[in-house]
């Protein structure tokens, strides 16, 4: 069983809360506290308030907070914001920045703001993985 955190549960707290808020008639599952909200709504949101919880417990610079909507079972959207150490700073320094991911059907993926595409490289043994 994987570890869960205070900064896990303090986390979907506050993206649980702030779904619940913009989206009072959706339901949300969260990785630490179930579904809530309306079962029978067409929307459900999915959060994994802390993607990468081992990585963060032991102080290796890699997780991130990841949210999605599908809509009667078909995704819709997602964001992952990725925390990176600030250059020069560490895992367990106050410094941090984040890279924002982001997709919406149809409408292409994103970091940052700007379109992401797939790589054109079509051999796997040319790939990086």
Aim: net charge negative.
């Amino acid at each position: 069983m994987a570890p869960v955190t205070e900064t896990d549960k303090a986390s979907e707290a506050a993206v649980v809360g702030a779904l619940r808020e913009a989206f009072p008639d959706h339901a949300v599952l969260g990785e630490e506290g179930g579904v809530l909200g309306d079962v029978k709504s067409d929307y459900l949101w999915c959060v994994d308030p802390l993607d990468g919880t081992v990585n963060f417990a032991h102080g290796y610079p890699s997780f991130c907070v990841s949210v999605g909507v599908v809509r009667h079972a078909t995704p819709v959207a997602g964001c992952v914001v990725e925390f990176l150490p600030t250059p020069g700073g560490s895992a367990g320094s106050a410094g941090w920045t984040t890279r924002t991911f982001t997709a919406a059907r149809n409408a292409g993926a994103f970091l940052d703001g700007k379109q992401i595409f797939v790589s054109r490289v079509k051999e796997l043994r040319d790939a990086l993985v």
